[in-house]
């Protein structure tokens, strides 16, 4: 059995808003100075292509409709120019990407928060939508199904991911973990809008530690941050928007090893890129002590069942027989 070692990167910064061209030109830098640093994995912030609906949190639902048709219209598909301009820069510098984009559905009022995953030869393996939008987040996007719920083998090792929120979603960090998942990729947006008492920083660490010291595998997280750019966009509907959307301790990007425990410095708040050396052969002595997923558990108890068919909008039935035996 072979345990990759290799190098991996995460990303800490704010998409350019609204502006798909311009924010795939960004993480195709980022690509190239992680390639460049040796990384062989780089990850990005939840719908990084291109921005987060911060609108949601700040306006009525009717103030921020023209906010959503704007994310409409910039949303993408997984076949758009832009997107292979980043598939080939996987490939021209040997890295694997996983980076949240806005997803354009087939109808106009379907957005899906989704997570690509990227090999280094440049094919897209794997697409997750994100399974429940967040509280105000529904305003926005559809929530996806369980046929995305899948870790994808590559040179690096099992890679799978979630989105923000849904890292709280203990069965369906299961059902990774379930699959042989042995690198997670976390990613999340700033929240300075969360409750006074909420360190939004500390809690994506915590779901972060929770789900590496249960599964006994390496979490990359990746957070955006709020540019300047983003609360001068939104200033017009917002004059106290610096106000609501400037606070410390909002953003967290790091790595998580087995042990639960963070791997050099992580980045909070602060713009960049950290690097950190992933072996997964650390992830077997752990195992000995807690393995979810075999002597540590009791299937003869626990029966999880997961739906991983897709999700089917109409069916067209054209005989009178078949649809009579509903």
Known sequence: MEFKRFKAATVQTAPVFLNVEKTIDKAISFVGEAASNGAKLIAFPEVFVA???????????????KWYEE??????????????????????????????INERGNSYG??????????????????HRKLVPTWAEKLTWTSGDGSSLKVYDTEVGPIGTLACGENTNTLARFTLLSQGELIHIANYISLPVAPPDYNMAE????????????????????????????????????????ELLTRKNSAFSGFIGPNGAVIGEPLIDDEGI????????KCIQPKQMHDILGHYNRF??????????????????????EFNKR
């Not at 921005?51 to 409709?65: A, C, D, L, R």
């Open 110 to 127: 379907e957005i899906y928060n989704t997570n690509l995953i990227i090999d280094n030869k440049g094919n897209l393996i794997g697409r």
């Open 203 to 242: 809690a994506i660490k915590i779901r972060a530690a929770a789900h590496s010291f249960e599964g006994k595998l390496f979490t990359i997280v990746s957070c955006s941050t709020i540019s300047k750019e983003i609360m001068e966009a939104l200033k017009d509907d917002v004059p106290n928007i610096e």
């Open 274 to 281: 950290v690097y950190a050396d992933i072996d997964l052969a």
């Open 51 to 65: 921005g987060y609906p911060y609108w949601n949190w700040v306006m009525t639902p009717v103030q921020g409709s």
């Open 71 to 100: 994310l409409y219209k910039c949303s993408v598909t997984t076949e758009d120019a832009d997107m292979l301009r980043l598939y080939q820069a996987a490939k021209d510098n040997n890295i694997h990407i996983v980076i949240g």
């Open 300 to 321: 003869d108890i626990f029966d999880l069942r997961v739906n991983v068919a897709p999700t089917r909008k109409i069916t067209f039935i054209d005989t009178h027989e």
